[in-house]
């Protein structure tokens, strides 16, 4: 468990964000990929839009927040789409998007690509490149 005051403390010189901030971000990330992995067995080519990181930092108050919430949201975001993953098919695999031009994640060769969500792209999805708005 980290302390309330480790978790504060920073950013260091090798960190922009506390440990507290990076919590809160990866939270709000996984929320984010979690509704954008959604859409894509859902809807027919849903247009996956990206976000601003610092602005979302700054304007949901990560630095003050506690981060018990945002780990508990974390953790449901990341095992109800476990689940959902469970019962894909291969044709819900298949599936197209629209990608905004900053959603980007880096592909299981490590190459960076536009894709829907880490999710999509670690199991292969298809990305229409050509559809971007």
Known sequence: MVSRTASSTGPTP???WTA????????????????RFRLLPCED?????????????????YAQRSIAPALAALKA???TT???IEHLS?????????ISPNVKVISPNGSASVA??????????SVDETNVL
């Open 14 to 16: 090798t960190a922009a």
């Open 20 to 35: 507290r901030q990076v919590t809160h971000h990866l939270a709000d990330s996984e929320m984010t990929s979690a509704i």
């Open 45 to 61: 080519n849903p247009q996956i839009h990206g976000y601003d990181e610092a602005n979302f930092a700054r304007r949901l108050f």
């Open 77 to 79: 975001a990341h095992d």
């Open 82 to 84: 476990a689940q959902i």
């Open 90 to 98: 291969d044709s819900d695999w298949q599936r197209r998007a629209r």
């Open 116 to 125: 829907a969500s880490a999710s999509f792209a670690a199991n292969g999805a």
